[in-house]
């Protein structure tokens, strides 16, 4: 897997979600998929439990990339991002950082997203 692959996928990631293209963003994970969002809590595995996830979270959501999409020299790559979305009828900003690994054929294996409570901002 190269990085500029993976870049392209993690910007395509953001513009999907954005686009609120829930087909689009799927397209990008494997049907064997893993989410952990936050990372520590259950796994969401597989399309069908990827796919609901992600129906829920990009409802009334919108994600601001931070920095540029980091890859590596593996199959592993980065995007840092704040999620702009609302709690409880008040809008929060939460700092997020994904690290997604890839599959031998360019699609989403994981994806770890990192944030915790203290990365919650009540705007």
């Known amino acids: 897997m190269d990085s500029l692959t993976m870049k392209n996928a993690l910007q395509e990631y953001v513009d999907a979600f954005n686009a609120n293209d829930l087909e689009r963003l799927m397209a ?3 049907d064997e998929a893993s ?3 936050p ?8 399309h ?5 996830f992600f129906a829920e979270s990009m409802s009334g959501a919108n994600l601001e990339l931070l920095a540029a999409p980091r890859g590596s020299h593996s199959n592993a790559a ?4 704040a999620v702009h979305t609302e709690k409880e009828g008040h809008p929060i900003r939460i700092d997020v950082t994904d690290v997604m ?3 031998s054929e360019g699609k989403i294996a ?3 997203a990192y944030w915790g409570p203290d990365d919650i901002q009540q705007l």
Request: aromatic share 14%; charged share 20%.
């Open 28 to 30: 990008l994970f494997s």
């Open 35 to 37: 989410v952990e969002d």
């Open 39 to 46: 990372f520590g809590s259950p796994a969401k595995n597989g």
């Open 48 to 52: 069908q439990e990827v796919k609901a």
């Open 78 to 81: 980065a995007i840092t991002f």
């Open 101 to 103: 690994t890839f599959d």
């Open 110 to 112: 994981t994806m770890h």
